[in-house]
């Protein structure tokens, strides 16, 4: 019997048109978008549909269009009577999952996260800090260069996608000095994200602590099914404080690897990543074949890649 578990993406997955081939098709998909934008009182539909990308691109922008996108398309997946017990997403797509278990309710969540996009844009003041994703070195020797470069400035692992592809962020000089290091020592590839700030470091304390407060009064349910943490890489349990690890996910790493090791562990043997683009799907592809795990990855976004999904599972 197919053991499912449905992941959502992260910021940085936008584009132009994201969610609305499908959105245009069916009217659940559809009223997931009108719902945003009746509680946003702004047109989600529109920015998607429209964009232009410097606008999209935006923090405050990419959380709340990804995130209601992303539940979009979960509606159509759902309306075909598909399900799973086991969820969980990355960075921002931890959102996504806790809505899909129960936590938050859409109408709070598409809020929470647009304030979550300011506090983490404004952690940091604009063109202080960088992201740099490393391709190609081992963790080992990427926790030993981002040692070495720190010297100029905090720079730290900030995202573990899978085996090989890690990230680094922190202050501009430090993280240049990580990517020279890197090439030096043999990276395949050093890659400027397009984003506004060093997210996941300790340098977005402060925005935890804002998005903590922010949480005190937002309603939460417990979890009805299991939810990964990214800072735990392990299922929230019934002893956790959600808020607290929430405030946590802003500033520690992504530990995006181990997430998809626990749901391997668990006998997982389809992951379905719900959501614009697909590089959750090569993250899950990557880590389970470097266990020689039999898993079967797809990702839902548009006409063809559910027309993949739904061939797959006929």
């Known amino acids: 019997m197919t053991k499912f578990a449905f992941v959502f993406p992260g910021q940085g997955t936008h584009y132009v048109g994201m ?10 998909a559809d009223a997931v978008f009108e719902q945003a934008n009746e509680i946003m009182h ?3 539909r529109r920015l998607c549909r429209d964009g232009p990308e410097s606008e999209l691109v935006k923090t405050e922008n ?8 992303s539940l979009a398309l979960l509606k159509v997946i759902e309306s075909y009577g598909f399900g799973a017990d086991i969820c969980g997403g990355f960075s921002l797509g ?6 899909y278990a129960g936590v938050f309710r859409f109408e709070d969540s598409v809020k929470l996260v647009q304030q979550r996009g300011l506090f983490m844009q404004n952690a940091v003041p604009q063109g202080l800090g960088k992201m740099c994703w490393i391709t190609g070195l081992d963790r080992p020797t990427v926790q030993q260069i981002v040692a070495e470069a720190a010297v100029l400035g905090l720079v730290e692992c900030s995202n573990f996608n899978c085996p090989n592809q890690i990230i680094v962020a922190g202050y501009n000089a430090a993280v240049e000095r990580a990517a020279a290091l890197a090439r030096e020592r043999g990276a395949s590839a050093t890659t400027f994200l397009n984003v506004s700030g060093p997210f996941h470091t300790s340098l977005l304390q402060g925005a935890g602590q804002q998005l903590f407060e922010l949480l005190r009064n937002v309603p939460m349910g417990k979890p009805n099914k299991k939810v990964l943490s990214n800072v735990t890489a392990q299922y929230f349990t019934e002893h956790d404080d959600i808020r607290q690890l929430l405030k946590e996910h802003v500033y520690k790493p992504v530990r995006w690897e ?3 090791n626990t749901l391997l562990d ?27 795990a039999q898993v079967r990855c797809f990702n839902v976004e548009n006409v063809q890649t559910l027309e993949n999904f739904l061939r797959a599972m006929a």
Do not use: F, W
Not at 62 to 69: L, M, V
Not at 94 to 99: D, S
């Open 62 to 69: 990419a959380q709340p269009t990804i995130h209601t996108a």
């Open 258 to 260: 181990e997430c998809v």
């Open 266 to 292: 668990d006998g997982v043997d389809t992951l379905v990543e719900i959501g614009p683009k697909h590089l959750l799907t090569t993250y899950n592809q990557n880590t389970a074949a470097s266990r020689g």
């Open 94 to 99: 931890e959102y996504a999952a806790l809505v």
């Open 42 to 44: 702004m047109d989600i």
């Open 19 to 28: 969610g609305l081939e499908l959105a245009d098709r069916y009217r659940v």
